[in-house]
């Protein structure tokens, strides 16, 4: 790793270290977290995505296109996650009255349950993981982690 935790940038052209590659260090720890994160939710029979979904869901119904948004996932891939979550009777979709062509999505008491059994496991590897961070360095990490551009649009080497 860089000194006292700097990384510093290589100039163009150069042959960087490991530890000067931020994405590769963002990706590399990233993946340590996701294998951590997937054992832990393992025991509440829920993966990082269902998961998500229900945190999504806790602050109230809301509608599917709105799920979409939010999650930022293609409209089958959430299809597929509210089946399996419906499968379990951990959300119940129904049509708007409003509108009937919109779907409204709730967590169910059952899903509400579940979703505390995953927040005791995420407090524990959080715990872990941020061990040696104080308050002010958590504060840091968000912050900097909400200014990262990581949607497919930002990138224009992902198009083809």
Known sequence: ????????????????????????????????????????LATTGLTPRHTMTLLQLAGGPVTQKALIEKLDVDPSVLVSLLNDLEGDALVQRRRDPADRRRHIVEITPEGTSRLRKSDVALDTVERELFADLGERDLATLRGLLGRLRTSPEDFSCTEG
Do not use: N
């Open 1 to 40: 790793m860089a000194d006292q935790g700097r990384v510093t940038q290589q100039p163009a052209g150069s042959s960087a270290s490991p530890d000067t590659r931020l994405g590769f260090l963002l990706a590399y720890h990233g993946g340590i977290t996701e294998t951590v994160i997937r054992k832990a």
